[in-house]
């Protein structure tokens, strides 16, 4: 068995036999010509053929996937058309008197080059469209065709696939798609994820050295793993994976639409947490209310500098646009602890999680919370977005924060830049301190949220990251349900909602326990919405 790693695109597990993608190699020679315009005659012909088998893609892709796919083809037509192209490669016929293949390539090699030298990743992508439409040229020039045909269910491995070769293949038989390169924001991926189909792209240059036709393959779309020849103990493990997964989708079909309500009607907002934008199509394939907690913190992980207030509020933004009005609760910045990050230069500390963290690093150097805050309300103009703080213990924290948005705020009318000027704010319960204190704290916010991973921690004083001391962390302690109880009480009474985001709010066995404390909101991995949905429904 080998195991291969690359990017997932989206999510399942498929197993199956694999089918090579070969396409034709066009070699294509220069070749001297005396009669230019017969070359020049020759490329236009073979531009309408192209034209004319775009055209039968639109036509497919608005009938097998959607519009939005189906404007990859316009684009496509698009730049066929366009004029810039099609004077290069008649000039290059012309002056150097060559044949209309050579200049065909040329120019999908220098247009494909300018692209993908540009700034903008959109732009680059669209190095794989210029190869694309002048390879269907080139097709109707040489009289070849790149045509594979699936005859079984099949994983199809490639080199990369363009969104034509993609969408040419019968989606009937596709299991999965592998690809050696490849970028997750490309229009093949977006296909790919839209058609429902798990991929994984960017699997490295030798995948196709390692696999030969109707080969075993297993495609692991969660873990971005390709196992070729998969051994017995994987083969097991991965269909009960795969079962699972199986069930969780007709679990989902089942689920979807329906209320978040008990047998009696007490209705409940489940809500999804997410780190990314990447976790947006998580999000919506399980029917999420809203987003209750954005880990923000996840945009600074992993990297050498500070995100840009720009890359900030664009990653708001998507967010807040695809949820379309829907409330996006996001956290600022809880960076400490197990979130190391090299360029925040924090000290080593005896007790990291007791230490310098999250609302302590944000209010002792504003100059990183206000780009925060600058990005979350300006994006906050494209939704419905409520800011968090975390690791609250005093007042005093909590007045010093909304101090600093207002300063924001401010600033932002100063440049009339518009942004949400209601914007709710909240805090996380996630101490024992906050807890205690929820009814001072209730008057200054208008929701709280409860981190029951923090609060177990902090309550039960056991190091949530120490895995020996798992047996003893118990979220379930009557310490733990004792402040959950009293801090929705305290939320109630000062009129404001209160919901839990920590792995807690998952527990279906706590879900009538939480419904009876009055908890208005449960925040849960994607994945746990429709199985907390189920219980809910369940319970009178
Ligand atoms: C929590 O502490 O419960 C929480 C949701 O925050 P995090 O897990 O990110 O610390
Ligand atoms: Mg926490």
Sequence with gaps: ?????????????????????????????????????????????????????????YEKALTEVDEK??????????M???????????????????NAEYAVNAAADSFAEMFAAMEDTYMQERAADIRDISGKVLNALTGSNNMVTLTAPSIVAADDLAPSETLSLDKNNILA????????????????????????????????AHLHEKQTVIVDGFDGKIYIDPDVATLEAMTAKMNQDQKQKSLLAKLKGKPNATKSGRKI??????????????VLDNDA???????????????????????????????????????????????????????????????????????????T???????????????????????????????????????????????????KIDFDKNIKIGIMIETPAAAIISDDLAKFVDFFSIGSNDLTQYTLAIDRQNTSLDHFFDAHHP??????????????????WCGICGELGADKTLAEEFINMGIDELSVSPASILPLREKILSID
Excluded: W
Excluded at 80 to 98: A, F, G, M, S
């Design 479 to 496: 310490a733990i349900l004792k402040l959950i109880a009293y801090t929705a009480e305290n939320a109630h009474n000062n009129g404001i």
């Design 365 to 415: 150097r504003p100059e990183i919370f206000k780009t925060q805050l600058r990005a979350i309300l300006r994006a906050s103009a494209f939704g419905t977005a409520l800011v968090m703080f975390p690791m609250i213990t005093s007042v005093q924290e909590v007045r010093d924060a909304k101090m600093i948005v207002e300063e924001v705020k401010a600033e932002l009318t100063t440049q």
């Design 69 to 78: 796919t189906a404007e990859i083809f316009d684009v496509h037509q698009m």
């Design 177 to 208: 798609f592998i690809t050696e390169s490849g970028s997750t924001n490309s229009h093949t991926a977006i296909l790919a994820r839209t058609m429902g189909i798990p991929a994984i792209v960017g699997a490295g240059d030798t995948l196709l």
């Design 269 to 282: 907002k489940l809500y999804a947490n997410i780190g990314q934008p990447a976790d947006l199509s998580a």
């Design 289 to 363: 209310g809203g987003i209750g907690l954005f880990r923000s913190e996840f945009l600074y992980l992993g990297r050498d500098t500070f995100p840009s207030e720009e890359e900030q509020f664009t990653a708001y933004k998507t967010v807040l646009e695809n949820m379309g009005g829907k409330e996006v609760v996001i956290r600022t910045l809880d960076i400490g602890a197990d979130k190391k990050v090299g360029y925040f230069n924090l000290p080593a500390e005896e007790n990291p999680a007791l230490g310098y963290r999250a609302i302590r690093i944000c209010l």
């Design 1 to 57: 068995m080998l195991t291969l790693e690359g990017k997932s695109v989206f999510n399942g597990i498929t197993i199956g036999p694999v089918v090579l993608y070969k396409r034709t190699i066009h070699k294509v020679a220069d070749q001297l010509v005396d009669d230019t315009e017969t070359e020049v005659a020759r490329f236009h012909t073979a531009r309408l053929a192209a034209q004319n088998e775009i055209k039968s893609l």
């Design 80 to 98: 066929l058309d366009d004029p810039d192209y099609i004077e290069t490669v008649e000039n290059t016929i012309r002056t150097q008197k060559i």
